[in-house]
C-alpha cells in the first residue's frame, strides 16, 4: 500500500504533492527506450495510475536502451507493456498499471480520462495525431524524440528534443516542430544512422525532461504555468537548452485546434 512507502525525500515538491501523484493517471504512448525511461521515473516518483500503450513485442535490438528488458524477455518475444508493467510492479505494486498490446488508435479508452499524456512515437505523423488526441481529450502532451545525423567519416550528431503542449496554446505546427517537410518525410526515416538509431542515454536524458516537465506542471514545487515548452539537446556536448524556435514561428492563437474543437469527441485526427 502506497501508506509503506516514504517520500520524504521529495517533500520538498509540495505539501500534497504525494497524494496528487498517488491520485493522477498517466498514459505513456511507446513503451521502447524513452518510455520505459519514462515509467520507471514515473513509478519511483509514485504516480498511482499508470497506462502503457505499445504493440510490438521486444527483439534483440531493443536490448540496448529497454529499460527493465532482459535476455529471457528476447527468448520469450515478451511484449513491451508486459516488461515496463514489471518494472512498475517490481518497484510500488500498488500502483494501479493498465497495459493495452495495441496501436494507440485502439487503446483510447486508456487516454482520454487521464491526466497527462507522454509521446515516445517514431515519426513526426504519428507525433501530429497523437497530440491531436490530447487536444480531443483536453490533456497536457509531453512528446520525446531523437535523431542522429552523419557529420563527417564515423562521426555522428546526437540531437533530441521534449515539447510540453497545452490544450489552448501553442501546438507542435504552431511552434514550427511539425512542418509540411517534416510530415512528408517516411516515418521511421531517422537520419544517416540507419532505422530509429537510439542509444540509452540520449533517451534517459530525454525521458527525465519530460518527467521533470510533468512534476512542474502537477506540482507546486516550480513555476509550471508556461503555455509550452521545447527543450532541445545536443548529445554530443551534453547541452540542454530552451529552443529559440517558437519565437520565430508562433503567430497568434493556435490555428489548428480551434478552442471550440477542445474535447469535442466527434474532432477528427486530420492529416
Not at 528476447?74 to 494501479?96: F, N, Q, Y
Not at 512528446?143 to 563527417?152: E, S
Not at 509540411?180 to 530509429?196: C, K, P, S
Request: proline letters at 4%.
Amino acid at each position: 500500500m502506497m501508506a509503506q512507502s516514504d517520500f520524504s525525500r521529495q517533500s520538498f515538491l509540495g505539501q500534497h504533492s504525494e497524494q496528487t501523484l498517488a491520485d493522477t493517471r498517466a498514459t505513456i504512448v511507446g513503451l521502447g527506450g524513452g518510455g520505459s525511461h519514462i515509467a520507471q521515473q514515473l513509478a519511483h516518483l509514485g504516480v498511482g495510475r499508470i497506462r502503457l500503450i505499445d504493440p510490438q513485442e521486444i527483439d534483440n535490438s531493443n536490448l540496448n536502451r529497454l529499460v527493465g528488458a532482459t535476455a529471457k524477455d528476447v527468448e520469450e518475444k515478451t511484449p513491451k507493456v508486459k516488461i515496463a508493467e514489471r518494472l512498475i510492479k517490481g518497484i510500488r505494486p500498488w500502483i494501479e498499471v493498465d497495459v493495452a498490446q495495441a496501436d494507440w488508435q485502439n487503446a483510447d479508452d486508456l487516454i482520454k480520462d487521464s491526466h497527462v499524456l507522454f509521446g515516445c512515437v517514431d515519426g513526426y505523423r504519428q507525433r501530429m495525431y497523437l497530440e491531436s488526441a490530447a487536444r480531443r481529450f483536453c490533456l497536457p502532451y509531453i512528446d520525446i524524440g531523437m535523431d542522429v545525423t552523419h557529420l563527417t567519416d564515423e562521426q555522428y550528431a546526437i540531437a533530441g528534443q521534449m515539447i510540453m503542449t497545452l490544450p489552448g496554446g501553442p501546438c507542435m505546427r504552431c511552434m514550427g516542430f511539425l512542418t509540411q517537410e517534416r510530415l512528408e518525410r517516411e516515418e521511421n526515416d531517422y537520419g544517416d544512422a540507419g532505422i530509429n538509431p537510439q542509444v540509452v542515454w540520449t533517451n534517459g536524458t530525454l525521458a527525465s525532461l519530460a518527467v521533470g516537465q510533468f512534476v512542474r506542471l502537477f506540482t507546486p514545487w516550480f513555476d509550471g504555468s508556461r503555455q509550452f515548452e521545447w527543450l532541445e539537446l545536443d548529445g554530443n556536448n551534453q547541452f540542454v537548452a530552451r529552443s529559440r524556435q517558437p519565437d520565430y514561428a508562433i503567430r497568434g492563437p493556435c490555428s489548428h485546434f480551434p478552442q471550440t474543437h477542445l474535447g469535442d469527441p466527434f474532432f477528427e485526427l486530420k492529416g
